[in-house]
Structures are given as structure tokens and as C-alpha cells.
């Protein structure tokens, strides 16, 4: 399996070249050059698995020869070891057909504990095979910069920049993020600034060649192809248990940089029965404009109870525009 840009020009890299890469050279995101494929009888062939062992299974066709299953399994068990709930993304029943998927287990409350816990051992698993050192450089609107800093705290060869608009994550995030005493984490406020600023920055500094010709940069946003692969497993996890392949399952998902719901489009295209996906937005609706009606010109960002949900350019949308227009 390798991984090419969606913009075309960057060079083709293998899944541990795109993990610590990040962001493509050339400004573009990395997906896979085809998508793996699972028949109904494999997919059934799933059902009973614990979450590790399943995480493995689905992850294996994306990571080539950059990892044996038996290392893969050895890292999701690890990963997933520290979760709150021993199902990691547990099911509670809401009525006869609703269900609602808790993606809150991980050690920071956040549902990018899923995807990061394992992040964060795939860096160090890559990294300590040579004598380089990652710098990641990362946009939060809370959520990501926590669960990103306790997954690489403290971590051998990483060390982790994150920026936050001042005054727009909660306080428990803000928290978790300030007052983590390892050396190698340091997170930055940024003054009169919303999230799209935020990463605004983190992909100047991905394109900016004085600026990766000194540092080894790497991210762990959802522009990250590795984080994104992780979030699919949760989507067979639902599946399986409400009957997947025999059958069909939708799923809602609020979403603002479109890496969750994109992670339920992989799903289907793998060969999950997913009857639809439902975008669900607050205000900040530019994901319902561009779907609705095909616009996507950027507003201002305003202020919700939703920090996550709070951006007008959804970075993840650029994945599927490349694999829906071919």
C-alpha cells in the first residue's frame, strides 16, 4: 500500500512515510492510492472480535510492509488498554433503532483518544528504528491538542507544538493541555484567533520549505492519514454489533473538520453496509452548504458551546472531492 497527495505533486510515500509526514509537500493530503476491499464473508468474519483485535484486522490492509499484524495487534492492545470502558466504543441503546455510539472512554474524555493513543505509538514505533527526531506541530480547538499531548507526553524523540485560540477551547481542555509537565510538550495561546486561523499557520509552516528543511515536522490532526485509519475501526465496531454485513446501518455524526465522517465514507467504501451518512453541523454550517447546495465560500467563524464544530474550512472535505471526482 502507498499513499499519494491529493494534489498531485508530492512524492509517493509508504504508510510509515505518510504517518511521519503529515501534511503532503506539496500542500495536498495523503490517502491510499486504492482502497482496500473486505468481502461480506471477512466482514462477518470479524463479529466477536475484542476492539484491538478488530483495529487490527482493519488497519492491516493500510500499513503494507511497515508493520507484521502481530506488531499491528501488539499497538492497538497497548493503545486501547487504557480506555475507561473494556468495549473502548461501547453501543447504548437510545430506542427500537437508535443507537448511539460513546467515544468517550479515552483517557482525556475525548473521542480523538480513539484515533491518538494509537498515534502516538505509531510515532514512536517508526522513529525509533532510526536516529530522527519529530517535531509535531498541531491546531486545536481543544480536543485535539489534550488527547494529542497525554498520547506523546513524555515520548522519546517527539516533541509536540500546539496551538489553541485563546479563549475558545472549554476550561477542562485548556487544563489538560497547560499544565502537563513533560519536556517535551509545549502548547501556544494565539490572541483574537479562531481555530481557522490556528491551522491556518500549521500549514504555512508545512509549506514552507526553510521551515521543514530544518525541522522534521509531523502532525497529528486529522490531515494525518494514520489518525483518520484509526477512526474507521469504531464505524465496523457499530456495524458489527447492529448486525453488519447481513444488515445496513446510518450513522450521524456531528462533525466540523470532516475527518470523523470521512472516516464512516472509508468504512463504506471497504465494504461496510452503510446506508447513509448524516453530516450534522451547528452553525457554523459551511459542510450543509457545500452538500446542499455546492457552497463552499467560508463565513466568519461564531462562537458555539462546540468548540470542535466551530470552522469554516473543513480540511478532511479535500479527501473526498479527490476520490469523488477520480
Known amino acids: 500500500m502507498d499513499y499519494i497527495s491529493t494534489r498531485g505533486s508530492a512524492p509517493a510515500l509508504d504508510f510509515e512515510g505518510a ?10 493530503l495523503y490517502v491510499p492510492r486504492s482502497w482496500p476491499r473486505f468481502s461480506e464473508a471477512e466482514i462477518a468474519g470479524m463479529a466477536g472480535l475484542s476492539y484491538a483485535e478488530l483495529a487490527a484486522r482493519v488497519m492491516l490492509p493500510f500499513v503494507g510492509d511497515s508493520l507484521t499484524h502481530e506488531r499491528l495487534l501488539a499497538l492497538t492492545t497497548q493503545a486501547y488498554g487504557r480506555f475507561a470502558h473494556k468495549a473502548v466504543t461501547p453501543l447504548r441503546q437510545l430506542d427500537e433503532q437508535q443507537w448511539l455510539l460513546e467515544l468517550f472512554h479515552g483517557p482525556t474524555l475525548a473521542f480523538k483518544d480513539v484515533a491518538l493513543q494509537l498515534l502516538g505509538l505509531l510515532f514512536e514505533e517508526f522513529l525509533g528504528r532510526g536516529d530522527q527526531n519529530l517535531t509535531i506541530v498541531g491546531a486545536t480547538s481543544g480536543d485535539t491538542g489534550s488527547a494529542a499531548i497525554d498520547a506523546v507526553a513524555g515520548r522519546a524523540k517527539v516533541d509536540i507544538f500546539m ?15 497547560t499544565t502537563v509537565l513533560a519536556p517535551n510538550v509545549h502548547n501556544i495561546a494565539i490572541s483574537g484567533s479562531s481555530f ?36 474507521v475501526v469504531y464505524y465496523f465496531a457499530a456495524g458489527l454489533q447492529l448486525g453488519a454485513p447481513h444488515r445496513a446501518v446510518a450513522f450521524s455524526v456531528p462533525t466540523g473538520n470532516f475527518g470523523d465522517v470521512f472516516a464512516g465514507y472509508v468504512a463504506a467504501k471497504m465494504g461496510l453496509p452503510v446506508e447513509r451518512l448524516i453530516v450534522a453541523t451547528n452553525v457554523n454550517d459551511i459542510l450543509h452548504r457545500a452538500l446542499s447546495s455546492g457552497d463552499y465560500s467560508a463565513g466568519t467563524v461564531t462562537p458555539t458551546a462546540a468548540p470542535s464544530m466551530d470552522i469554516q ?3 478532511n472535505f479535500e479527501r473526498l472531492l ?5
Open 19 to 28: 504517518t511521519l509526514a503529515g501534511l503532503a509537500s506539496d500542500g495536498g
Open 313 to 315: 474550512v473543513s480540511s
Open 163 to 177: 496551538l489553541h485560540p485563546k479563549g475558545r477551547v472549554s476550561d477542562v481542555q485548556r487544563r489538560q493541555m
Open 196 to 231: 481557522d486561523d490556528a491551522q491556518a499557520m500549521v500549514k504555512r509552516m508545512f509549506n514552507d520549505p526553510a521551515m521543514t528543511g530544518r525541522f522534521n515536522i509531523g502532525a497529528v490532526n486529522s490531515i494525518n492519514w494514520a489518525r483518520l485509519m484509526a477512526q
Open 322 to 326: 479527490f476520490d469523488v471526482g477520480g
